[in-house]
C-alpha cells in the first residue's frame, strides 16, 4: 500500500490569492496562515499560527514571511523552489504575477521543481566525499593534475580560496578544480611548490579555464603564483548576459537554482555561525583560514563543481544568441582583464592631504553648527525638548521644522506615512528659510569625513595608493559600477576635498578624459535627427545652440548664456530629461533647483513641446522606441546588449510606464558607456604593448582616469582620443562625440587648492 503524501501550504495571512489555481490542482494540501488575521508586515507578536510539521511531508513556504519564520534562511528570491531541511518548499507568492511579469518564469520553474519533490521525481543529492574532497599532500595533487592534464574536456573550473578580498590584504589557502561534472578538489597551496606549479601552469595553459568572477580569482592567482591564463571564460559575465538583473549573479544563488546541488555551503554556514558565537567573533571579522580543512575541503571543491556545470549549461544557452555570445567575447572578457589591470594599478592619494582634510571638513562641520545655533528657534525647541537637538535624528529635526520653526510640509512622506525631511525636502524649504540648508550641509560635510575622508586612510596600501573595485556586472544599463574599499562613482561631485586627495606622484600628473553630451549624442545618431546632428557639427556651446533652436532666441550662440541663462537652463533640462523619461513636473523642478527660480509644469509642458518641433525626429524615435518595447518586451543595444522588459506587461501602469523610460534610458546610457569603455579597453592594451608608463587607475561615469609621466601626457591625450572618438558603428559624419581633456596634479584640477588654500 502507497503511503499517502501530506502537504501542507502556509502563507502570510487570510487573502484572495487560489492556490489551488495556481498549482493546477496536482495535489492536496492543508492550508495555514502565520497569522489569522491581515496584516502588512509580520510582527512575532502577530503569528498564531498551529501546525504538526511532524505531521506532513512537504511543507510549502509562500512568501518571504513564512520562509523566514521556519527557516534560518531570508531570500526567497534566492531560494523559491529550491528543498530546505528535507522538508520545507519555499515559493513567491503567485500573487505578484498580475503586477511584476518578469516574476513568471521564477514562479514555473519552482513550481515544476515542487511537483518533482512532491511526486517523488526530484530527491535531494548527497554529497559525498568520495568524489569532493581535499588534498593536502604534493604527491596526492601531483596525480589529480596530471589526470587533469589527460582528460578529454579541453576545459576546467578554477575557483580561489583566500584570506582576503584583494590580492595585498591576504593570501590563497587553496584551490579548487575540476575537470568533469560531479567530480572536484581542493588543493592546500602549501603542497604547491615548484613542481607543482610548474604542473598547474601546464593546465592551464592547455585547457581553457572557467572561473566565476574571473577578474578576483585572476588577480589573486597572478599575484601570488604569477599564473598565466592564455585562454579563460567567466560564469558570472555568462549569466550577466544571459539575465542582466543586478543581484542575481553570485555563485551560490545560481548553485541554487540551476544545479541539483542546491544550497551546498549550508554545513559551512553552520560552522561559522557557531564558530563566531563560541569566539565572540564577528562576521566581518571572519576569515577563511579559520574554517578547518575537513569542513573547508567539501565546500570549496564544490565551487568548482557548481562552476564547472554553470558552464555547460550557459555556455550552451548564450550561444543560442550570437549577439550576446559578441558582447560577452568582445567587451565583457576585455572588459573584465582591462579592469582587472586598472584596479591593480590603484587610485593615488596624498595622505598627508588626507589628514589635512579631514581636519579641515570636522572644522567646517563644527562651524555650520555652531551657526545652526545662532537660530532662537533652535535654542528654544532644546529647551521645550529637554535635550540637545541631534541633526541626524529625522523624529527631532521634523519637529523643529514643523513645529517650532512653522514651515509648511512639501506633502511628500516616508514610507510609515510621516512628512519627509530627505534631501529634495530639505532643498526646497531651504527657499523659505536659513535652518534647512544648515542641516544639508551638516549632513553632507559629515558623510565626506565619516565616508569617504576617516576611511580612506587605513585601507591604503603602502605605495598610498587604494584598490578598489569597479564591476561590469552590477547594472542593467550596462554602465560600469564601483564597490568594495571605496565607490569612485559616488565621490562627491559639489565639493573638491575628497578629489583634492586623489593626487599624481611627482613627476606625474593626473589626466582626465570626460566625454562631453555623449548620450545626447548617441541619441542623436541612432534617431538620425538632422536638426539634432547639425547641433553637433555646427560645434560651439552645445546647450546655447539647443535654446537658441529652442526658443527661436534673436542672438548669437556664444551670447546665449549671458543673456538667456533662464532659457538656456531650460533647454538643457530637457535634453537630459527627456534622456531619462522625464515628464513635465520632473524638468520643473530641475529648472527651478538649478535655476533658483520658479519654472512651473505648464511652462514645462511648453519648452517640451517647442523642443519636438524643432527636433521631430528624435521624438518620432522615441515614440518608436517605446511602441517596440511595449510589444515585444526587450530591446537591443547597437553593440547586442539585451535588456529584458517584462514588466512593460504589467497590469500596474506605473510599473509599465518606468519599464519603457528604463528600455529608453538603455539604448542612450548602454551604448555611451561601451564606447567609453571599449575606448579605455584599447588605451590599456595599446600602454601594454607601446610600453609606457601611464596607468590608467579609474572609470567614473563618463570619465576615464590616469596617471600619466609629464613627458607621456601629450601622447597618451592623442591616442586616447584617437581610440574614444573611433568610428564603432555610432557616428555623426565628420563630427565624432566630444571628448575633453583635464590636467593636473591633482583630481580637483585646481578646485581644492582655490577652496581650501
Known sequence: MTKEIKVALIDKAPNRTDYVRHFNNEFEFDHYHLCSTETKKVLKRDVDIEIDLDAYDWIILVGSEALQNFTSERSITEHSGRLIDDKFLPVINPA?????????????????NILGYISGELTPVDISTDTFYGIDNKEEAIVWIKEALDAPTGY???????????????????????????????????????EVEILLQKLFTKKITIFHNAKFDLAMLEYHFNFEFPRIEDTMLMHYMLNENPGT????????????????????????????????????????????????????????????????????????????????????????????????????????????????MEKEVQEAIDRLYEFPEVKTFEIAQGKEFNPNSTVQLRSLLFDSIGLTPTGKLTGTGQNSTDAEVLN????????????????????????????????????????????LHSTTSGRLSSSGKLNMQQIPRD???????????????????????????????????????????????????????????????????????????????VTFGIMYGAGPHKISQQVTKDSGAEFTVQEAKGVITQYFNQFNRLRNWLDEQKEFIEANAFLYSTFGRKRRL????????????????????????????????????????????????????????????????????????????????????????????????????????????????
Open 495 to 573: 565639493n573638491p576635498i575628497v578629489k583634492g586627495c586623489i593626487r599624481a606622484k611627482e613627476g606625474n600628473k593626473i589626466v582626465a578624459m570626460d566625454l562631453t553630451t555623449a548620450e545626447v549624442y548617441v541619441a542623436a545618431a541612432l534617431s538620425g535627427d538632422k536638426n539634432l546632428c547639425d547641433v553637433f557639427k555646427s560645434g560651439g556651446n552645445f546647450h546655447s545652440s539647443i535654446a537658441k533652436l529652442v526658443f527661436r532666441l534673436a542672438c548669437e550662440v556664444e551670447e546665449v548664456g549671458d543673456l538667456y541663462p533662464f532659457e538656456r537652463q531650460a533647454a538643457k533640462a
Open 96 to 112: 505578484m504575477l498580475a503586477f511584476k511579469p518578469e516574476a513568471r518564469r521564477s514562479w514555473e520553474e519552482s513550481l515544476k
Open 249 to 360: 549573479h553570485g555563485l551560490k544563488q545560481l548553485a541554487l537554482k540551476h544545479t541539483k546541488y542546491g544550497n551546498y555551503e549550508r554545513e559551512l554556514t553552520d560552522f561559522i555561525t557557531g564558530y563566531c558565537k563560541r569566539n565572540g567573533v564577528l562576521k566581518a571579522q571572519f576569515t577563511w583560514d579559520m574554517v578547518p580543512f575537513d569542513i573547508m575541503q567539501v565546500y570549496a571543491a564544490m565551487d568548482a563543481a557548481v562552476t564547472f556545470e554553470l558552464y555547460e549549461l550557459m555556455d550552451e544557452a548564450l550561444h543560442k544568441n550570437l549577439r550576446l555570445v559578441k558582447v560577452y567575447r568582445d567587451i565583457l572578457i576585455p572588459g573584465m582583464l582591462f579592469l582587472k589591470d586598472c584596479q591593480d594599478a590603484g587610485v593615488p592619494f596624498d595622505r598627508k592631504r588626507l589628514e589635512i582634510a579631514q581636519n579641515l
Open 428 to 471: 526646497q524649504l531651504a527657499l523659505e528659510h536659513a535652518v534647512p540648508q544648515l542641516i544639508l550641509d551638516i549632513r553632507q560635510k559629515s558623510k565626506i569625513k565619516n565616508t569617504y575622508l576617516d576611511k580612506i586612510i587605513p585601507q591604503l596600501d603602502r605605495d598610498s595608493r587604494l584598490r578598489t573595485n569597479f564591476n
Open 156 to 194: 576546467i573550473a578554477c575557483d580561489t580560496e583566500t584570506t582576503g578580498l584583494y590580492p595585498r590584504d591576504g593570501h590563497i589557502l587553496g584551490l579548487s578544480l575540476a575537470y568533469c561534472r560531479d567530480h572536484a578538489v581542493y588543493i592546500l597551496t602549501d603542497v604547491v611548490d615548484e
Open 646 to 757: 517584462e514588466n512593460v506587461k504589467s497590469d500596474d501602469k506605473g510599473i509599465s510606464a518606468h519599464e519603457v523610460r528604463s528600455g529608453i534610458n538603455f539604448l542612450v546610457q548602454s551604448v555611451a558607456s561601451d564606447i567609453n569603455l571599449l575606448g579605455a579597453i584599447d588605451m590599456n592594451n595599446y600602454i601594454k604593448e607601446h610600453g609606457l608608463k601611464s596607468k590608467i587607475f579609474a572609470l567614473v561615469h563618463d570619465s576615464i582616469l590616469a596617471e600619466c609621466p609629464e613627458h607621456e601626457i601629450e601622447a597618451y591625450s592623442i591616442k586616447l582620443k584617437e581610440l574614444i572618438q573611433k568610428d564603432r558603428g555610432i557616428y555623426i559624419n565628420g563630427t565624432p562625440v566630444g571628448c575633453d581633456f583635464e590636467v593636473g596634479d591633482d583630481y580637483s584640477f585646481g578646485k581644492f587648492e582655490k577652496m581650501y588654500a
